[in-house]
Nanobody, 122 residues
Framework: QVQLVESGAGLVQAGGSLRLSCAAS????????MGWFRQAPGKEREFVAA????????SYADSVKGRFTISRDNAKNTVYLQMNSLKPEDTAVYYC???????????????WGQGTQVTVSS
C-alpha cells in the first residue's frame, strides 16, 4: 500500500511559478513510477507528467513540455512538479499517482492522492 498526500496548492498570476509536492508513505515508494495528472471542472482527468522509479526517465504532456519539470527524491519519499510560465488553462486540481507502469493513462496507476488546487489568474 502507498498513501499519497499532495501539497503546494495556490493561486498565481499567469507567467508565475508554483511547485507541487507529493509525499508518499511506505517503504515501497522506490519501486513505483510516479505520475502527475490534472482535472479541470467539467473535463476528464488528463496526464501531465511521469517519472520512472529511479528518476532516469520522464514523460510530459505536450501542453506542459518545456514549462513543467517532474522530479523525485527517493530518500524523502517525495515527488515534485515544478510549474513555470503558468497559464490560465493550467488551472485544475492536480493529483499525484503511483503505478508499476510508466504511462500516461489513469488506468496505469494504482494509488492516488486527494488532489491539490492550482488556480492561475489572467
Amino acid at each position: 500500500q502507498v498513501q499519497l498526500v499532495e501539497s503546494g496548492a495556490g493561486l498565481v498570476q499567469a507567467g508565475g511559478s508554483l511547485r507541487l509536492s507529493c509525499a508518499a508513505s511506505g517503504r515501497t515508494f522506490i519501486y513505483y513510477n510516479m505520475g502527475w495528472f490534472r482535472q479541470a471542472p467539467g473535463k476528464e482527468r488528463e496526464f501531465v507528467a511521469a517519472i520512472s522509479w529511479g528518476g532516469g526517465r520522464t514523460s510530459y504532456a505536450d501542453s506542459v513540455k518545456g514549462r513543467f519539470t517532474i522530479s523525485r527524491d527517493n530518500a524523502k519519499n517525495t515527488v515534485y512538479l515544478q510549474m513555470n510560465s503558468l497559464k490560465p488553462e493550467d488551472t485544475a486540481v492536480y493529483y499525484c499517482a503511483a503505478g508499476k507502469v510508466l504511462a500516461g493513462t489513469t488506468s496505469s496507476y494504482d494509488y492516488w492522492g486527494q488532489g491539490t488546487q492550482v488556480t492561475v489568474s489572467s
